[in-house]
């Protein structure tokens, strides 16, 4: 009785939102597709 016990840290809990490098990382990758796309549609349809 009285005890404090210790809670671990639990990191699902403590992580709420995106961070900045989230949001970097999914704006990169979205360039990247979107960049390439009409490159890859011009391609196909050239070769088809």
Do not use: C, N
């Amino acid at each position: 009785m009285g005890r404090i016990v210790h809670k671990e840290f639990d990191p699902v809990l403590d992580h709420q939102g995106f961070t900045t490098g989230d949001i970097l990382w999914a704006l990169g990758i979205w360039s990247v597709i979107l960049t390439l796309s009409p490159v890859i549609i011009f391609y196909m349809l050239m070769v088809a």
